[in-house]
Nanobody, 116 residues
Framework: QVQLVESGGGLVQAGGSLTLSCAAS????????MGWYRQAPGKQRELVAT???????NYADAVKGRFTISRDNAKSTAYLQMNNLKPEETGVYYC??????????WGQGTQVTVSS
């Protein structure tokens, strides 16, 4: 089992920045990929970015050049640095971890609100 706890959400003006953190605990040795997803009101959850154990990253086209995902394996923590935020990026941001068995784990989510 893997437990994920997100932090760092909040209210920011358009064009501002936020950094989200996701601390993993439990069977952390089983984690292959960590990532961030978001869900806007009334919309489906969507991929934001992922990072593998080796550091390979993948970003949604909408956030390329503005968001940076990173991972501190020693601290079992993933981060999402978000710059130049847009109002349409308001939503709940979820941390995700996928194990080598392809089992997926989710955090409770953290609210990000971008005001115009």
């Amino acid at each position: 089992q893997v437990q994920l706890v997100e932090s760092g959400g909040g209210l920011v003006q358009a064009g501002g920045s936020l950094t989200l953190s996701c601390a993993a605990s439990g069977s952390i040795f089983s984690i292959k990929v960590m990532g961030w997803y978001r869900q806007a009101p009334g919309k489906q959850r969507e991929l934001v970015a992922t990072i593998s154990t080796g550091g390979s990253t993948n970003y949604a086209d909408a956030v390329k050049g503005r968001f940076t995902i990173s991972r501190d394996n020693a601290k079992s923590t993933a981060y999402l640095q978000m710059n130049n935020l847009k109002p349409e990026e308001t939503g709940v941001y979820y941390c995700n971890a996928v194990g080598w068995s392809n089992r997926a784990y989710w955090g409770q989510g953290t609210q990000v609100t971008v005001s115009s």
